[in-house]
């Protein structure tokens, strides 16, 4: 097994007009789990092909362990690659497919390899197709062969580019915990590519947050969910997303309040915030979560804000209720707060729960 150090990763395209992965320094311990998030185009896939030895660096390093494999061939790095797509040989079974990887990257014998194959179907709960062709299995089933296959070359560092974005959500949701459940397994290495930010919360030891082509944060997840660095990780992880709220500092009076007049937002600061964080007298981006955010249903007037209610949606165990504060403001209440459309309301939470941003360099402040 081999821990992963990605040094100064650069990759450019097109004599350098599009910087795909701009410069990223990334340490994956042995045995770890992280997985790489962003939106698409963000870079994702050209650092874990870059890790495969399937593009070549622009710039800087990539080591296993203490070997510099920057410039190693893509066959004699000890990696396994997993895809959406799958990339299952069509004509072949799949026998027959798991058997090639060994093939082309091990010196076993025929047998051997026969073996080893019916170990890992074994393993996969996929003994009874080994005779069949890709094209007769489900997308679960073929997404097991391709993990399998994988497996079975025993390499020493897994990658996988969103995997499961083929699969409805409950296959997901299992095959989620199953590749967990491996990985660990086999004590492998793993870097894991996807856009669903949903995906990385549950999935890695840590997440790596990219955004055009740069490392934004990492992290174990709920680090990253509770002190997120910039606006754009606070709005990016997290599921409804984090609200935000333009204020302005005003120190005129007794307190210092946070303020945004239009909206009639008022929130007195406590010296023990103002203590903790050194704020200016300038505009913030005001960013809370959802589950922070308290409805009152009937305002008495001391709420930070009043706001109209827009839509109430219950989710079974909570009700979503948007608010008109900003374009979408919303709150995750309990099931017994059940407001109605054009109800207006009070709105608090406490001033721990809250993340202030620069709003011109969007770091947290
Ligand atoms: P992601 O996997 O996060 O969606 P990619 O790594 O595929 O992102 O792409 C990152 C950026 O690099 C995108 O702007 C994409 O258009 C560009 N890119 C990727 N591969 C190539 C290529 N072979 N030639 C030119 N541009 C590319
Ligand atoms: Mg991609």
């Known amino acids: 097994m081999a821990e992963v150090t990605l040094d100064s990763l650069r990759k450019e395209f097109d004599r350098g007009t599009i910087v795909a992965v701009d410069d990223v320094d990334l340490e994956i311990e042995d045995g770890e789990f992280v997985t790489v998030v962003g939106p698409s185009g963000c870079g994702k896939t050209t650092t874990l092909r870059m890790v495969a030895g399937l593009e070549e660096p622009t710039a800087g390093t990539i080591h296993f362990d203490d070997e510099d494999v920057t410039d190693v061939h893509a066959k ?54 080994l005779d069949d062709k890709p094209d007769e299995l489900s997308g679960g089933q073929k997404q097991r062969v391709a ?7 025993e390499p020493e560092v897994f990658l996988f580019d969103e995997p499961l ?21 086999f004590g492998v290495t793993a870097m894991y590519v996807t856009h669903d930010q949903e995906e990385a919360m549950t999935m890695g030891d840590r997440l790596a947050i990219l955004d055009e082509g740069q490392l934004q944060q990492v992290g174990k997840p709920t680090e990253v969910y509770e002190n997120p660095v910039n606006r754009f990780v606070a709005g990016f992880i997290g599921s409804p997303a984090m609200n935000f709220v333009d204020v302005d500092v005003d120190t005129t009076g007794d307190t210092t309040t946070l303020v945004n007049e239009a909206a009639g937002f008022e929130l007195p600061l406590s010296d023990q915030y103002l203590r903790g964080h050194d704020l200016r007298d300038s505009a913030y981006t005001l960013g809370i979560r959802p589950e922070n955010v308290s409805v009152i249903e009937e305002p008495k007037g001391n709420e930070i804000v009043t706001t109209t209610v827009e839509v109430v949606e219950p989710i079974g ?45 969007g770091e947290d402040v």
Do not use: C
Request: aromatic share 6%.
């Open 165 to 185: 974005s083929n699969l409805d959500a409950k296959l997901r949701t299992e095959m989620r915990a199953e590749i967990q459940k491996l990985q660990k397994e």
């Open 147 to 153: 993990l399998g296959r994988a497996i079975a070359r």
């Open 317 to 361: 165990s909570d009700n979503y209720v948007h608010l008109a504060l900003t374009d979408d403001f919303l709150a995750r209440s309990r099931p017994d707060i059940k407001p109605e459309p054009d109800d207006v309301v009070g709105i608090d939470f406490d001033e721990r729960d809250l993340h202030l941003f620069d709003p011109e360099t």
């Open 76 to 129: 004699n790095r000890s990696v396994a690659m997993v895809f959406q797509n799958y990339a299952l040989y069509p004509h072949k079974t799949v026998r027959e497919n798991m058997a090639f990887g060994l093939k082309m990257s091990t010196e076993m014998t025929k047998d051997e390899r026969h073996e080893r194959v019916r170990e890992m179907a074994e393993m996969m709960g996929i003994e009874e197709l």
